[in-house]
């Protein structure tokens, strides 16, 4: 079955780090290029990052540029989103999403990660 | 950053209804605009895409118009699954931005 499955989050101080897996199934993660995309409880999607098929273009929004690093290990078909001096505001659900030419075609079932002292 | 603007943010409809939603670009994205579905505590999944293509699996009764800066999704008779948010993202230029969607509620 074609799948992403997310994995990682938790509970983290505030200043705190976490980091997130992403794992691909059922297809060649090297294919694609990837997101993550990001939901604050009972808002709406916030794209986050980007990284192309051989990691050499990356893309942040600006709320989270110089605190997150998206990698990825193509050989192991996973994903990862590193997350350095977390915020209150960084709590939220996160989603790997895979995109196929433009459109997001494929998204992860999310993680939930919780900034809280 | 592109700006994405959904109308309205909310709305009650009937089993059967046909509705529609729109999506606007504060600049022209041509044709780059696709569609999510998002039902309660569920991820997203790609509705629509190229504004008016309609994802491998989605039913019919679903479809997309628009380019330039205004774009509408329609339902054509809505099924109890139908009930949901819909976001609009659009993909030509990063970042990639949504739209703070909108919610179709039974009425």
């Known amino acids: 079955e074609v799948q992403l499955e997310e994995s990682g989050g938790g509970l983290a101080q505030p200043g705190g780090s976490l980091r997130l897996s992403c794992a691909a199934s059922g297809f060649t993660l090297s294919s694609y290029d990837m997101n993550w995309v990001r939901q604050a409880p009972g808002k709406g999607l916030e794209w986050i990052s980007f990284?192309?098929?051989?990691?050499?273009?990356?893309h942040y929004a600006d709320s989270v540029k110089g605190r997150f690093t998206v990698s990825r290990d193509n050989a192991k078909n996973l994903l990862y989103l590193h997350m350095n001096s977390l915020r209150a505001e960084d709590t939220a659900v996160y989603y790997c999403?895979?995109?196929?030419?433009?459109?997001?075609?494929?998204w992860g079932l999310g993680t939930l990660v919780t900034v809280s002292s | 950053d592109i700006q994405m603007t959904q109308s309205p943010a909310s709305l009650s409809a009937s089993v059967g209804d046909r509705v529609t939603l729109t999506c606007r670009a504060s600049?022209?994205?041509?044709?780059?605009l696709n569609w999510y579905q998002q039902r309660p505590g569920k991820a997203p999944t790609l509705l629509i895409f190229g504004a008016s293509s309609l994802h491998s699996g989605v039913p019919s009764r679903f479809s997309g118009s628009g380019s330039g800066t205004d774009f509408t999704l329609t339902i054509s008779s809505l099924q109890p699954e139908d009930f949901a948010t819909y976001y609009c993202?659009?993909?030509?230029?990063?970042?990639?931005?949504f739209g703070q969607g909108t919610k179709l509620e039974i009425k």
């Open positions: 990284i192309s098929r051989t990691s050499g273009i990356k």
């Open positions: 999403a895979r995109e196929q030419w433009d459109p997001f075609d494929l």
């Open positions: 600049q022209s994205i041509a044709s780059y």
């Open positions: 993202q659009q993909s030509y230029s990063a970042p990639r931005t």
